[in-house]
């Protein structure tokens, strides 16, 4: 069974930072992709950054590209989401999940990733 639990998420002010961690356990041999994922209420939920279980391929969504950065560590089975000059539009409720992807095109769809932890606050003011 899949475990993901989230943390690090807070409150900050636009352009400031925030690292988030998922402590995942039992994704070996179940899941290829690991990722972060990110819903506004009312709004869908949306594929934020992903990394293979190998970290070594890495996918973001364009609106957060050069400003976040995700990685793996595989020793401590840790995903983690560093995020910089956080803007307002990037407050939401972040989700770490894990699934199998078979090709790019799916790496940041929400509906790719069959198991989800219980989401982490962030909030971002002007």
């Known amino acids: 069974q899949v475990q993901l639990v989230e943390s690090g998420g807070g409150s900050v002010q636009a352009g400031g930072s925030l690292r988030l961690s998922c402590a995942a356990s039992g994704y070996r041999g179940r899941c290829n992709y690991l990722g972060w994922l990110r819903q506004i209420p009312g709004k869908e939920r949306e594929g934020v950054a992903t990394?293979?279980?190998?970290?070594?391929?890495?996918y973001y969504a364009d609106s957060v590209k050069g400003r976040f950065t995700i990685s793996l560590d595989n020793a401590k089975n840790t995903v983690y989401l560093q995020m910089n000059s956080l803007e307002p539009e990037d407050t939401a409720m972040y989700y770490c999940?894990?699934?199998?992807?078979?090709?790019?095109?799916?790496?940041?769809?929400?509906?790719?990733?069959?198991?989800w932890g219980q989401g982490t606050q962030v909030v971002v003011s002007s």
């Open positions: 999940a894990g699934g199998r992807v078979f090709t790019s095109d799916n790496v940041l769809v929400p509906t790719s990733f069959t198991d």
């Open positions: 990394i293979s279980t190998g970290g070594r391929i890495t």
